[in-house]
């Protein structure tokens, strides 16, 4: 957001709710973390906020920060499937021992 549309975000919360002044420090901590906001993201939280609730915004309540896209999920998939294939190797190589003495009582699974 640009220091205008910040302003005017301001102004319009300002004049929703009549209870609401802005002071300088006020005024410039919401320009420094708006400037990395979108504007129209933003002023649609404004908006619902505003329909929704009889207070004044917080910074918190209408912040939209745009993140990095990152390959996350496909690293996911990929982990995902390297361990459904090395638990279905295992399990066709059948490489269970036996069960121990102590636990084959409590095992529904009989000892070879």
């Known amino acids: 957001m640009t220091k205008k549309e910040v302003i005017e975000l301001l ?5 929703v709710y009549s209870n609401c002044i802005f002071k300088d420090e006020t005024i ?3 320009l420094e973390f708006c400037s990395e906001m979108d504007v129209e993201k933003v002023m649609a939280r404004v908006k619902n906020h505003i329909r929704k609730s009889p207070f004044p915004p917080t910074i918190a309540d209408i912040a939209v920060f745009s993140f990095d896209d990152n390959d996350f999920p496909t690293i996911l998939q990929e982990w995902i499937k390297k361990g459904r294939e090395r638990i279905e190797s295992d399990s066709n190589s059948n490489k269970r021992g036996p069960l121990p003495a102590w636990l084959a009582e409590y095992s529904p699974r009989r000892s070879v």
């Open 11 to 15: 102004v319009l919360i300002e004049s």
């Open 28 to 30: 410039q901590q919401w």
